[in-house]
Nanobody
Framework: QVQLVESGGGSVQTGGSLTLSCAAS????????MGWFRQASEKEREGVAI????????YYSEFVKGRFTISRDNAKKMIYLVMGNLKPEDTGLYYC????????????????????WGQGTRVTVSS
């Protein structure tokens, strides 16, 4: 079992920045791939970014490329999402996810491929 706890959400204005953190516990291997998803009101959950176990491979959705950066610290069992130049459309509940099964990154943004989830942290961006 892997437990994931997000933190760092908040309210900012357009153009502002936030850093989300996700603490993993409960297993020696937090997840081969870990990442961030988000869900806006009345919308489906969508992939934001994921990172491989060693941190050498990352995937980003087109709508955050160049603005968000994902990283991980395996010694601390933490992953981070540095979000810059935030826009109102970035508003939503941000979830940390982990996939502990073998994975090659294909269809990475499909939430059904992840077997552990946090409770989410809310991000609100006002115009």
């Amino acid at each position: 079992q892997v437990q994931l706890v997000e933190s760092g959400g908040g309210s900012v204005q357009t153009g502002g920045s936030l850093t989300l953190s996700c603490a993993a516990s409960g297993a020696s291997d937090s997840g081969r791939y870990m990442g961030w998803f988000r869900q806006a009101s009345e919308k489906e959950r969508e992939g934001v970014a994921i990172i491989s176990a060693g941190g050498g491979i990352t995937y980003y959705s087109e709508f955050v490329k160049g603005r968000f950066t994902i990283s991980r610290d395996n010694a601390k069992k933490m992953i981070y999402l540095v979000m810059g130049n935030l826009k109102p459309e970035d508003t939503g509940l941000y979830y940390c996810a982990a996939r502990t099964l073998p994975f090659n990154g294909a269809r990475w943004s499909d939430p059904s491929l992840y077997n552990y989830w946090g409770q989410g942290t809310r991000v609100t961006v006002s115009s």
